[in-house]
């Protein structure tokens, strides 16, 4: 469970990002984070990921106050989530196995383990078959959709994803969108900022309106 208290974040320019946010996230359900650019969505899931911690107020995950997790147990943290952003920042010189393979490897995983879990985490994203071609190879979607894998291939409870339709058409964002709809039915918590209002409409699931780094909406 994911909960922000009476959160406030100040930039040392004196510029306030965030103002006494407070709300709840179950685990397992899932949510859109939307607002005019500037607003404060991605600054809000810098908070969550202990890139920055809030000036004010507790971030919670599981009800540990991400603002006293000490520095070398960030990494850690940052195993129980997946994030996916705009661009999926591919390794081109890796094939596409290899890059999903990345954070396993990181996380010391057994060899013959590894691709099993990135053999699954293709297969969930549709492109089993792809694993030996390399990012240059792929379509802008098929490329988020790696992106998309290799967030999840460790199997985390909870991914963030910033933003991860900026870059498609409409007919891939939905396909994208419904990808992320069918991870959070097996039990994913998942918290997709985004700016696109029609598409975020189709998918009746809670959102979490920011204007000027206030909460002003929060439902369907």
Not at 12 to 26: C, D, K, R, V
């Amino acid at each position: 469970m994911l909960e922000f208290k009476n959160v406030s974040k100040q930039y040392s320019n004196g510029h306030e990002a965030l103002i006494n946010l407070n709300f709840t996230l179950e685990s397992g359900e899932m949510s859109f984070l939307t607002g005019h650019s500037g607003a404060g969505k991605s600054t809000l899931l810098r908070l969550i990921t202990r890139a920055e911690r809030c000036t004010r107020g507790q971030v919670l995950i599981d009800g540990q106050d991400l603002s006293l997790l000490p520095d070398k147990k960030i990494p850690y943290l940052r195993r129980f989530m997946g994030v996916v952003y705009q661009s999926p920042h591919l390794l081109d010189d890796r094939t596409v196995f290899d890059n999903v393979a990345l954070p396993l490897i990181i996380a010391g995983v057994r060899y013959q383990e590894i691709g099993r879990r990135v053999r699954a985490s293709l297969d969930k994203v549709g492109l089993l078959n792809k694993e030996k071609l390399y990012p240059y190879a792929l379509s802008t979607g098929e490329q988020q959709r790696i992106g998309i894998a290799r967030a999840i291939v460790n199997k985390p409870p909870f991914l963030l994803a910033d933003e991860p339709t900026g870059n498609l058409d409409p007919s891939l964002s939905a396909e994208i969108m419904e990808l992320f709809d069918e991870l959070h039915q097996v039990g994913v918590t998942v918290l997709i900022a985004s700016h696109d209002l029609t598409l975020i409409a189709c998918m009746q699931h809670r959102i979490l309106h920011l204007k000027h780094g206030y909460l002003i909406k929060d439902g369907l």
